[in-house]
């Protein structure tokens, strides 16, 4: 069970609306890449990249794709981005999952940037979204850009 709620709470990423502009687009634009997981947190319980053989999300336009090796073997995720508003605070996010144990659901959810770190607390299908980064709301999830990710960008 609590596997199933940690996958569902890492695949978050958001999409560009055409209302919100710019930043929208901007921060679209930062999450393009490849990103390895720092850490994991649901109800109070902490997880950190050590407790995986690999825990990675690669962002390719509007959707993207979380891998997950562990003792259980690898599972990879699908998550179609549907929505972006950064212009709220925090900045929020809709996803839709296209592959594994909740395909089909909307989550909903919060983010936040600093440096090449990104946040991401999303509530489980069906809830109301997180009004803050508590793992009670929702399961956080910290991304690191990838070095070469990162170059790229910069170029």
């Known amino acids: 069970m609590y596997r199933s709620i940690l996958v569902i709470g890492v695949v ?3 999409s560009v609306d055409p209302c919100k502009g710019d930043v929208a687009k901007d921060d679209l634009e930062k ?10 947190e649901t109800n109070g ?19 993207y794709s979380v891998t997950i090796e562990s003792e259980e073997g690898i599972q ?7 929505k972006l508003d950064p212009s709220k605070s925090p900045k929020t996010i809709d996803v ?3 592959e594994g144990p909740a395909k089909g659901k909307t ?13 991401i ?10 009004a803050k980064f508590d793992s009670k709301e929702g399961t956080i999830t910290v991304w690191k850009i ?6 790229e960008k910069k170029n």
């Open 45 to 63: 319980k902490k997880l950190t990249a050590e407790n995986f053989k690999e825990f990675c999300r690669k962002v390719t336009g509007e959707s």
């Open 146 to 151: 990838a070095k070469s990710s990162a170059k």
């Open 121 to 130: 607390c999303l509530a489980a299908p069906d809830k109301d979204r997180p």
């Open 107 to 119: 989550l909903h959810g919060i983010y936040k940037f600093e440096d090449d770190t990104q946040t």
């Open 76 to 82: 990879t995720i699908g998550i179609k981005i549907i």
């Open 31 to 40: 999450m393009k890449g490849d990103w390895t997981l720092v850490s994991t």
């Open 12 to 14: 978050a990423l958001l």
């Open 96 to 98: 839709e999952m296209t």
